[in-house]
């Protein structure tokens, strides 16, 4: 019997999953199911920690990390109580032609204490990791004209690759099943398309390539896959050798995901232009930022016309509320010394996982850092797929939640990326769930 709780909203649970099939249309999911009545739809009403409790109280390891946003764990007290301080004052006031005080020390300290020793100096903040990577690619091709180049307007990007869903970052998104509706290549800007960085020597005369685009150490959305050793340095080096910009896209690998704050530091290899977003407001709200150094501001900054400016920007970009939190999130790496902290859970999730790895359900486990895929298979091997139509990994992910678990899965791989404040013994709990859940939906009549 479902509990019943009054959870301040005006109206008791059992109505809410009613009219949440009546009036929504969520995102990145498989609506014939949702939309099923049998199916019971997952109920967030808190957070506290590592865990998420849905409406009867029950506590699930967030093992999804709230897509990717969440590092300190929910309702941590010094990231709310500068959120409500911010609050007290004003909530949100236009970054277009006017600025204010949480933007300007949130841009200050991410160069001054993390960024400028890697050459960056300039923030620009928008609202979300797909508007970071549009003013990346749109200031790659302006960057390009100004210093007399209009003619380079393409990019190297890879099919193993996720960059966002909007026109311009899902045209330098390689995963078909973002962009199957359209055709490769139909609309956005021209790609140029390669499998592996060592496909870089095989592009002949790039005349017309304006800028590179990879996600640094692991390809979050193609199911937690690790890029070759070197693969920074190897884009790098093409890239300077040809007069083309660099971008690296840290949406998801940066503030601590791969055991480094960003994940280029793993090959000291920086970018021009580097894109943050998810966890950088510390998961409590909107948050994007496109990195430069100034080789790349310089040009705009001469441009003798407002149309040779960089004419692009969003009604919430620079959040304050937002930027209070990615503030008191910077104090909580460095008091809590959250990296040093890190990598103790990183050796229990290895370990962890390597145990695992001998089910005979599971065909792959995969692992950088923090972030790990479970690749599941049938008993006898036949269905290991990254194919997003496939099953079997929303399958065990609905076991994990009937277990005590929030996952996600891409395709057939069980994605586990857990907030870097879970302990080693929730790091190991959430493994020993989806090895339940495999056995599970493995055993007789399944």
């Given amino acids: 019997m479902r509990q019943t709780v009054d959870l301040g909203y005006g109206t008791p649970p059992p109505d809410l999953r009613r009219w949440d099939r009546e009036f929504l249309w969520h995102p990145f999911t498989y609506l014939r199911e949702w939309l099923a009545p049998e199916f019971e739809i997952p109920l967030i009403v808190r957070g506290e920690g590592a865990r998420l409790f849905d409406e009867q109280g029950r506590g699930l390891i967030d093992g999804n990390a709230s897509i990717w946003c969440n590092v300190h764990g929910h309702g941590h007290p010094r990231i709310i109580a500068a959120v409500k301080e911010q609050l007290d004052r004003f909530a949100h006031s236009s970054f277009l032609g006017f600025s204010h005080p949480p933007g300007i020390l949130l841009a200050r300290r991410l160069i001054e204490e993390h960024l400028g020793k890697w050459g960056f100096s300039r923030v620009f903040f928008s609202e979300s990791g797909s508007n ?5 690619l749109r200031m790659t091709l302006q960057w390009q004209s100004l210093t007399g180049h209009p003619e380079r307007h393409r990019f190297v990007a890879f099919r193993r690759s996720y960059h966002g869903d909007s026109l311009g970052a899902g045209s330098v998104t390689g995963l078909a099943a973002f962009k199957s509706f359209l055709g490769e290549n139909r609309s ?25 685009i990879l996600e640094p150490v692991i390809a979050g959305a193609a199911a937690m896959v690790p890029w070759p050793d070197r693969t920074l340095v190897r884009c790098r080096e093409w890239c300077d050798r040809h007069g083309v910009l660099f971008l690296q896209d840290e949406v998801f690998t940066g503030f601590g995901r791969t055991g480094r704050m960003f994940g280029f530091e793993h090959e000291a290899c920086p970018a ?22 100034e080789r790349v501001f310089r040009p705009f900054a001469r441009a003798e016309s407002i149309e040779r400016n960089f004419l692009y920007g969003h009604s919430y970009a620079g959040h304050a509320v937002a930027c209070a939190g990615g503030l008191a999130s910077l104090d909580v790496f460095r008091e809590e010394d959250v990296l040093g902290r890190l990598q103790g859970r990183i050796l229990a999730l290895g370990e962890a996982l390597e145990e695992l ?77 989806i090895g339940e859940a495999v056995r599970r939906i493995d055993g007789p009549g399944s």
């Avoid at 977003?277 to 930022?289: D, E, Q, R, T």
Wanted: net charge negative; charged share 25%.
């Fill in 132 to 136: 970071g990577i549009e003013a990346a």
């Fill in 188 to 212: 956005g800007y021209p790609v140029t398309w390669l499998d592996d960085p060592e496909q870089l020597a095989e592009i002949g005369a790039p005349g017309d390539i304006a800028g590179l």
């Fill in 272 to 293: 021009d232009i580097l894109v943050l977003g998810k966890a950088l407001s510390g998961g409590v709200g909107p948050l994007s930022a496109t990195v430069t150094n």
């Fill in 357 to 433: 790895a001998r089910h005979p359900g599971i065909a792959q486990v995969r692992r950088r850092g923090f972030a790990a895929a479970v690749e599941v298979v049938d008993a006898d091997r036949t269905e290991a797929s990254t194919d997003y139509g496939r099953t079997r990994g929303r399958r065990v992910t609905r076991e994990c939640w009937r277990l005590g678990l929030a996952a996600r899965a891409i395709g057939n791989s069980v994605i586990l990326v857990l907030p870097l404040c879970a302990g080693e013994e929730i790091v190991r709990e959430a493994v020993e769930i």
